[in-house]
């Protein structure tokens, strides 16, 4: 530490990078086809549920993640709530998810009647700790008619939820041995990863399912959105099929053979998205450009790292973080009180999952490490467009 | 009848009234500031949670439908399983909906883990027939705890959903009477029935809640869209709590109090929204006259007679509805082909709900009228341009 706080030293490292004014934590860019996407929407008459965006943007996504389907849809909460069903996932069942995440990772298991069980993460990518994972699952679980039962409460474990958290690939290797040895199905959240690669690989396709999320604050949107990805044709035909209403084709009959959901994505949604994937790779170059500076000048901070990209990851840097020093943990209030009153936008991670009242029923195992990293991670400004305007 | 046959009639008296060329069941127009809105979105950045267009949506809706308050949602569906979890429905509980009507009605009652209970409809509002509601409800119910029980299932019956059938308005004054005598909740579907009056009061506002849809095919669009209408501030600041992910109000922080939803409406469909309402009046004025010249045409066709709205209501028209004689039921499949062949897109009504696989299961009272309606329902080109267009 300087003879300034640690605030103080965030915001000048901060600002030695992007420069003065306020700035928001992630505020999207629309720089290409967008308004012209969008007046072909409104030209053709097609903004809602068929047009030729909802088809292009879905080829797109593929193309790019190398998924070979993809399924848009209303929102990446939506896409995880199919991508569970799809899974398998029935009322009672429970679903391993990790403690340090948005609230929709868990709440997508709830809509399915089914049941969040927390488990630990990892200091090295924000993700879950596969190693202490199947310690756990080897201590609590066992193996019948090849499924995976929690031997306390007597219900199935039927999937694995990793999610990507800030971008960062979790460990997939580690993970998708489990989920194979377990007996249980791996569904990926990759709502905060588009444009993040696990040894070259695309984060979302490693699973059975996985979920991509398209909402303002991410790397790239839709206004909202998400989507469902999937190498497997049947899902992939079974998720469009669940995500508009389980209709059945017929040139005028208006009859659905299961209870479906109307979660398609509209037209003038997937138009906005379709302008904003042309931009993506630049985005991603820009993100990865403000990581090295902030890298730079975070380098002289004491009491405080700078994330990076764990092995054998490529990470699209979503939102930039700094880990604080766990002797610095009672500063991070009043830093996040300065920054933002100084104009710079931070956050802390979410509050445990568990630790909320809605989910403090549900089952958890130890903790230790996502309870040290919610008090220690601190996000700060990362949309691609701000060292651009700091030049 | 004439010597031609009654599909090539219905062919001439639409043909003579909008024209030649391949014409859609209902189409969108954007005449308005639809691209300058749009514009404006992507100008400020703010296309998806927080923005100004979806606080003025709100307020225009609440305005225009005299609702106290309106809640912009990302569709129909959503604001109906919303506003029937603010109405108290829970799961195991009963709600009473129409077997006619789209798959969505009873679809939101099945996410709340409640029990579609499918009653009966009238040929003079196309609505719930409240006279054989009321024999039905005291035949099979009774009354603990000022809570109406369904006396052969031994639920309780909390909501009754009258959707307003192409925007025709059910009996509200007897459904109101019902809902107080048998202490249910009303919750109006008024998916359909944006524009559509009943004794000068808005559809949607009768109720405890209401639901409205802007969907692709609706009077006016939001690409996706829906809304809660409700006079209960407590009630609105839940519904708005709850489609939000139940976050609370924190500069940072990220907690939840209940499990919510992800079903906020983004802002960039919501300025769409913003400029489609502006043209509602015009809208509904060119529809009220495609159907007085539908009128004229259809005056001289035997076999058929084209839905007037109800009594002491204003209807929006949203779908044109041909009735056929039940003599000619039979000739309903070839009428809907021909139609379509000839390039005037035309459909039935919905497959009654209680017929479709997935809800075969649940509770339903005799369905005569229902079941007469889906046989004689034909909606015609119903879009309000139609005209312009023939002109």
Known sequence: MTHKNLAENIIEAVRNVIGPGPVSLHAPS???????????????TFVSSVG??????????AEYTGAKYAISVVNGTAALQIALMLAGVQAGDEVLVPALTFVATANAVTYCGAIPHFVDS????????????????VSFTTQKSDQCYNKISGQVIRALVPMHTFGHPSDLDELIAISHEFNIALVEDAAESLGSFYRGKHTGTFGLLGTLSFNGNKTITTGGGGAILTDNLELAQRAKHLTTTAKLKHPWEYRHDEIGFNYRMPNINAALGCAQLEQLPQKLQQKRELFQKYKMAFSKV???TLFSEPINSKSNYWLQTLLLDENQVDYRDSILSETNKSGLMTRPAWVLLNDLVPFKKFPCGDLKTAQSLSRRIINIPSSPSLLRSAE
């Open 30 to 44: 629309f720089e290409g086809n967008e308004l012209s996407y969008l007046k072909e929407c409104l030209d053709s």
């Open 52 to 61: 030729k965006f909802v088809d292009q943007f879905e080829l797109d996504l």
């Open 122 to 137: 990892k200091t090295s990518t924000l993700g879950i700790d596969a190693q202490k994972l199947r310690e756990y699952l």
């Open 302 to 304: 004491q009491g405080v």
